[in-house]
């Protein structure tokens, strides 16, 4: 609606890294305001990752078909009507459960470092909940050095065009997709610690045959891996979590969680184009996957003697 600029960039990508953090927090905290049911909860955590894995592949082709027969600004006008049928579901909604007693003593409400300072509280408190930051922070570490240096790896060691890209990631959200769905048939008995963190591993195995060979066969193959594992992480992950947190303290639990998914993303990122001129764009990303798998199987040994709340 305005001339574009950098500084007004900024602060659109700013407005919308906040309401969409704050976003995601909810849909992962709320259906437990909605439901006791454990396997309901399973099923309802399952169905959110599989549509928000499918929104990441139409949103993209829909934008595509409308910039390929039109202005290219159109395709800015879908966020705004999206946003307003998001916001009408929402109306609808109605807390069912409440928690068992307040989440502070006073009468105003809690600042936002009162929140954070109960978020890290709680975390801290519970081996459980240690176990799964370990598992947002660590895993996703990784894989944050993939985003500066995978247009590199397409055209340096795999050798193919820009398109690919498009293509393989479209792989990715397919197994994450996948996983979400298999994920909701996981029985309630086989959610645990352990499991989560053994997916880590197949996911950190996933990224390095994606990186590890010239060829672009495996590298389609090791995205279909990793997303599927991914894709069962990310529901099975927000189920333990509402599992072992009180409800009081879900919601900043919640945001802390994802606060370690995005810092970790974030530091690889300075340090991987100094990594690259060392040793090789192929050498980090494979450096990199293989340090999720060895995290993972460390957190596996760790999760199972852990007692959840």
Do not use: K
């Not at 906040?18 to 169905?47: K, Q």
Request: charged share 10%; net charge neutral; proline share 5%.
């Amino acid at each position: 609606a305005m001339p574009v600029c950098m500084a007004s960039l900024l602060v659109v990508a700013i407005v919308m890294g906040l309401a969409g953090a704050a976003a995601s927090t909810a849909v992962e905290t709320f259906p437990r305001y909605l439901t006791n049911d454990e396997v309901l909860l399973a099923r309802v955590n399952s169905l959110n990752s599989v549509v928000t894995f499918v929104a990441v592949i139409a949103g993209p082709l829909f934008a595509g078909a409308i910039a390929g027969v039109t202005d290219n600004h159109l395709v800015f006008a879908l966020l705004p009507v999206t946003s307003v049928l998001g916001v009408l579901v929402a109306l609808g909604l109605r807390e069912r459960v409440r928690p068992e007693r307040p989440q502070d003593s006073g009468q105003t409400t809690p600042s936002l470092l009162a929140r954070v300072a109960d978020g890290v509280r709680a975390t801290v408190a519970s081996p459980a909940l240690i176990v799964l930051f370990a598992v947002c922070f660590l895993g996703n570490l990784g894989f944050g050095a993939f985003d500066s240096l995978e247009s590199l790896f397409y055209r340096d060691v795999l050798r193919v065009g820009a398109e690919w890209m498009g293509w393989l990631t479209a792989i990715v959200g397919v197994g994450a997709t996948v996983g979400s769905l298999l994920a909701g048939r996981v029985p309630t008995r086989r959610v645990t610690l352990p499991a989560l963190c053994g997916l880590l591993v197949v996911e950190g195995l996933g990224a390095v045959l994606y990186t590890a060979t010239p060829f672009v066969w495996c590298a389609a193959a090791g995205q279909l891996v990793l997303g599927a594992a991914n894709g069962m992480i990310m529901p099975l992950r927000v189920t333990l979590t509402q599992r072992n947190c009180e409800l009081g303290h879900l919601g900043s639990v919640s945001a802390l969680m994802r606060v370690g998914i995005s810092v970790s993303g974030t530091l690889p990122l300075l340090a991987a184009p100094l990594l690259a001129d060392a040793f090789g764009v192929q050498a980090v990303l494979v450096s990199a996957a293989a340090l999720v798998a060895l995290t993972g199987a460390a957190l596996v040994a760790a999760a199972g003697r852990v007692r959840e709340d």
